[in-house]
């Protein structure tokens, strides 16, 4: 049985760090694009980061280039997403997924896990 599982969520003050981890079990990561989505409540499911599988080249969304970095962990079969700098309107529910191709587009990835609460607040 395939599992995503999200951790290192929680409540950081504005220009603060957090590190999210996804780790799987049932499956190797490294088989897979692993994408880091978003979302708030009332708006649609945001791409913030993604890993390519095979070479491994990152993607970012616009707003969160240059302190977002996606990193995976062949060993621990984990892909994490070290967030610097944060800001409120980083504030979501945050996903990861894994699927055949490191598209936007979530319904293309076929494993997802249960979701980790980021929040950044003063």
């Known amino acids: 049985q395939v599992q995503l599982v999200e951790s290192g969520g929680g409540l950081v003050q504005p220009g603060g760090s957090l590190r999210l981890s996804c780790t799987a079990s049932?499956?190797?990561?490294?088989?897979?694009?692993v994408g880091w989505f978003r979302q708030v409540p009332g708006k649609e499911r945001e791409r913030v980061s993604c890993v390519s599988s095979g070479d491994g080249s990152p993607d970012y969304t616009d707003s969160v280039k240059g302190r977002f970095t996606i990193s995976r962990d062949k060993a621990k079969n984990t892909v994490d997403l070290q967030m610097n700098s944060l800001k409120p309107e980083d504030t979501a529910v945050y996903y990861c997924?894994?699927?055949?191709?490191?598209?936007?587009?979530?319904?293309?990835?076929?494993?997802w896990g249960q979701g980790t609460q980021v929040t950044v607040s003063s």
């Open positions: 049932g499956l190797s990561l490294d088989d897979y694009a």
């Open positions: 997924a894994a699927g055949r191709v490191p598209t936007t587009t979530p319904l293309a990835y076929n494993y």
